[in-house]
Nanobody, 121 residues
Framework: QVQLVESGGGLVQVGGSLTLSCAAS????????MGWYRQAPGKQREFVAL???????NYADSVKGRFTISRDNAKNTGYLQINSLKPEDTAVYYC???????????????WGQGTQVTVSS
């Protein structure tokens, strides 16, 4: 069974930066698209960004220009660099990976524990 471990979250001030990491088990990571998602208190989980196995990226409009997704297939690890943080970025951030259509839909049967990002004003 695939395991996902997100890390790197924390408490930062408005305008600050963080780098989130997603460590995945299993060799299928490198052939699949990886996505980042977030869930704010009282809201549904939403798509943030994705990166395909060949490095093509896509971002939600709300994070374009501030967030950068990347991956290291040799380490089975994905990253999300988040800059110019805003209070509305406060959420638990999750990663997952699979076929492109599944990543776009966020339709996964299981998730990791996520990592909390809190932005203080």
């Amino acid at each position: 069974q695939v395991q996902l471990v997100e890390s790197g979250g924390g408490l930062v001030q408005v305008g600050g930066s963080l780098t989130l990491s997603c460590a995945a088990s299993g060799s299928i990571f490198r052939i699949n698209t990886m996505g980042w998602y977030r869930q704010a208190p009282g809201k549904q989980r939403e798509f943030v960004a994705l990166i395909t196995s060949v490095g093509t990226t896509n971002y939600a409009d709300s994070v374009k220009g501030r967030f950068t997704i990347s991956r290291d297939n040799a380490k089975n690890t994905g990253y999300l660099q988040i800059n110019s943080l805003k209070p509305e970025d406060t959420a638990v951030y999750y990663c997952n990976f699979g076929p492109w259509s599944t990543v776009v839909a966020g339709d996964f049967g299981s998730w990791g524990q996520g990592t909390q990002v809190t932005v203080s004003s």
